[in-house]
Nanobody, 115 residues
């Protein structure tokens, strides 16, 4: 079972920046895909960004141009750099990894953007 541990959440003012990091217990370059999802109160969990082999990235339209996903094979981490944050970015952010078709989730980290 792959373990994922997120860190870096917090409270920030609108327009500010935060960096989330997810430590992955497996070799991150063995993953089919790793990424970040978020869930706001009363809403369904939604994709934020993913990165897969060849460093191919995918972003939701709502964060494109503001967020950047990256991974570090030496540290086995996946990060999400968030800039120009908006109050609507407030949510619990979850790290996700798919190894050999098996989906694993972290426990989430809260991001709150105040107006």
């Amino acid at each position: 079972q792959v373990q994922l541990v997120e860190s870096g959440g917090g409270v920030v003012q609108a327009g500010g920046s935060l960096r989330l990091t997810c430590a992955v217990s497996g070799r991150i370059f063995n993953a089919n895909v790793v990424g970040w999802y978020r869930q706001a109160p009363g809403k369904q969990r939604e994709l934020v960004a993913t990165i897969r082999s060849g460093d191919t990235t995918n972003y939701s339209d709502s964060v494109k141009g503001r967020f950047t996903i990256s991974r570090d094979g030496t540290k086995n981490t996946v990060s999400l750099q968030m800039s120009s944050l908006k109050p609507e970015d407030t949510a619990v952010y979850y790290c996700n990894a798919v190894f050999w078709g098996i989906n694993s989730w972290g426990q989430g980290t809260q991001v709150t953007v105040s107006s």
